[in-house]
């Protein structure tokens, strides 16, 4: 995709405003994990708009760089490079995938959503698999013992998101002008 320098510097302004965004609903925490990971107030929905508007290699780098800022700026329960590389840039980084997804209809944007945040998922188990792992209470596997700790908050977040982005993704796509008739 070509950018002009008015778009390349609209994408960059609706980028930092997205971050703000999702670092700002980030801090409404409904549920805090004793060891990390939080259910929160929608803050992946900015995100899943800006990549479905710019597309996911935009939506990559935005994510990425939400996931710097996050870490930064959040409580940090782990300050082990592979956390920081897992659970803060490859994981919100993954939420950019959606973006891939967009553009063709509600439904395959919704899909989209689903896969973005399971292999957000899926780069936190990993990450409690190789960070947390001793933490896995003796003869329980560290692949069940982190898979079934992130899904304890992981999975409600999930739901939050998706009825929230639900909600806002065709008055949004409308109001960017990108509705077409395979989003009614």
Do not use: C
Request: positive net charge.
């Amino acid at each position: 995709m070509s950018y002009t320098s008015s778009s390349k510097t609209k994408m960059l302004v609706e980028g930092g405003l997205v971050i703000a965004m999702a670092q700002i609903l980030s801090m409404y925490v409904i549920y805090q994990m004793p060891q990390g990971g939080a259910v929160k107030a929608a803050n992946l929905v900015p995100l899943l708009i800006y990549a479905y508007r710019w597309g996911g290699r935009a939506g990559i780098l935005t994510g990425i760089a939400y996931g710097i800022v996050h870490f930064l700026l959040g409580f940090k329960f782990s300050i082990h490079y592979m956390s920081i590389v897992l659970d803060y840039i490859l994981a919100y980084g993954a939420i950019g995938i959606a973006g891939f997804f967009g553009g063709s209809g509600t439904v395959k944007a919704f899909f989209g959503a689903i896969y973005a945040i399971l292999t957000r998922f899926a780069m936190s188990a990993i990450s409690g698999v190789v960070v947390f792992g001793s933490y896995a209470p003796e003869g329980t596997s560290p692949w069940i013992y982190s898979l079934t700790y992130n899904a304890t908050y992981m999975l409600p977040d999930m739901v939050i998101n998706l009825v929230v982005l639900a909600l806002l993704y065709v008055p949004v796509m409308r109001g960017l002008g990108r509705v077409t008739p395979s989003h009614k």
